[in-house]
Structures are given as C-alpha cells and as structure tokens.
Antibody
Framework: QITLKESGPTLVKPTQTLTLTCTFS??????????VGWIRQPPGKALEWLTL???????RYSPSLKSRLTIIKDTSKNQVVLTMTNMDPVDTATYYC????????????WGQGTLVTVSS | DIVMTQSPDSLAVSLGERATINCKSS????????????LAWYQQKPGQPPKLLIY???TRESGVPDRFSGSGSGTDFTLAISGLQAADVAVYYC?????????FGQGTKLDIK
C-alpha cells in the first residue's frame, strides 16, 4: 500500500524559504522508474506541476520556477524534500507530493496535501 | 510550454446520462517514436487530492470503472463518463507529460442536472 504525506509550515512570511517534506511508504525511491513529484494548487484554482525527482536522482523543474526550487531525496528515510525560496503571497496554495512510475510523470498516488499560506 | 485548454469550464448532466469533457493541447503530445499520446486525466473531488483515471490518453488506471473512457490523439482529447452517478461530481483535469513543464488544463467542473 503506497502512501505519501506532506509536512511543513502552514504559514510563511514573504521572502522566506519554504521547506516541505514528503514522507512515503509502500515503495522505494531506489527502484527503477519510480519518481516523486510536487504539484500545487492555489485555493479554487488549477493544478500546477513544480518538480519531480527520479530514482536515479534525475531532477526536473518547472522552468518558470526553476531558480527558486530545489528537490532532494533521502532514500534511507523514504523522504523527498522541496525547498522554495523567496516566497510570495501568490505562492499560497495546497502543496501535494505524488508518486509516479515507469519513468513517466503520471501521478498515480497522491498525498492529502498541505496548505501553505504566505502572509506577513 | 504546452498549454492545455479544457472545454467546457463546467457542465451539468442528468444522472444516468453521458458526460463529455474535451482537452486541447497547443502542441501535439503524440510521441511518434512509440505512437503514444502523453495525456492523462484526473478526477478531483472537493477537499481531496486528484485521482488518476486515465493515462496514455485511453488506458484506464487499475480500479477505475469502465464507465470512464478516454480517446483522442495529437492535440485533441476527450474524457467520456457514461451512466453518470452522483459520485462522479468532481473537477476533472487533463495533463500532458510529454515535455516539461508537465502542464494541466484549467479543469472542468461536473455537476448533476
């Protein structure tokens, strides 16, 4: 049974750095083809893909946010960490981590998401 | 970026009837080397994360009822839901995964008439 759970602050101030952790179980991020991605959704709006890390440490970033994003994995802890710098109120959203397989960024298991509000 | 545009933005369909949602990509998401369309569909109910319904434009995810079907190729795709049930009320998103950024459509809200 695959599960993922996001954790991190619910409130950050503008210009601060956001760090979110995705803790997962039921799969290994060292298995060929497996990936973990981050997707966000502002309140009442559509989904936006942010970044994805694969089993072989290949990393993909949204070009529009690449300068602000970092994704790393800790295979021994079954965790993936997302950092986003220089947070702004427009970054207020529910942040999801999700599992992909087969080397394709199709997300078949999702965490419940964590709402991050950016406000002073 | 490949822009994904869904239509309509919302629709209401009677119970037991068929709902059809369209998704158009600004560039083809058909990879000719393997003849696969890099297009997925998700369902999102209020307060829940998205659920994968279909990938490769027409392959149903395990456990998804066969009332849900995907079709299309290149730039034009359709998600059809037959025998609409109350549990199908949700927002539906298409996503292309051919190239980064892996973009989603704006969503289509499906309600019961």
């Amino acid at each position: 049974q695959i599960t993922l759970k996001e954790s991190g602050p619910t409130l950050v101030k503008p210009t601060q750095t956001l760090t979110l952790t995705c803790t997962f179980s039921g799969f290994s991020l060292s298995t060929s083809g497996v990936g973990v991605g981050w997707i966000r959704q502002p309140p009442g709006k559509a989904l936006e893909w942010l970044t994805l890390i694969y089993w072989d440490d290949d990393k993909r970033y949204s070009p529009s946010l690449k300068s602000r994003l970092t994704i790393i994995k800790d295979t021994s802890k079954n965790q993936v960490v997302l950092t986003m710098t220089n947070m702004d109120p427009v970054d207020t959203a529910t942040y999801y981590c999700a599992h992909s397989n087969g080397g394709n960024p199709v997300f078949d298991y999702w965490g419940q998401g964590t709402l991050v509000t950016v406000s002073s | 970026d490949i822009v994904m545009t869904q239509s309509p933005d919302s629709l209401a369909v009677s119970l037991g009837e068929r709902a059809t949602i369209n998704c158009k990509s600004s560039q083809s998401v058909l990879y000719t080397s393997n003849n696969r369309n890099y297009l997925a569909w998700y369902q999102q109910k209020p307060g829940q994360p998205p659920k994968l319904l279909i990938y490769w434009a027409s392959t149903r995810e395990s456990g998804v009822p066969d009332r849900f079907s995907g079709s299309g190729s290149g730039t034009d795709f359709t998600l059809a839901i037959s025998g609409l049930q109350a549990a199908d009320v949700a927002v539906y998103y298409c996503q292309q995964y051919l190239s980064t950024p892996y973009t989603f459509g704006q969503g289509t809200k499906l309600d019961i008439k």
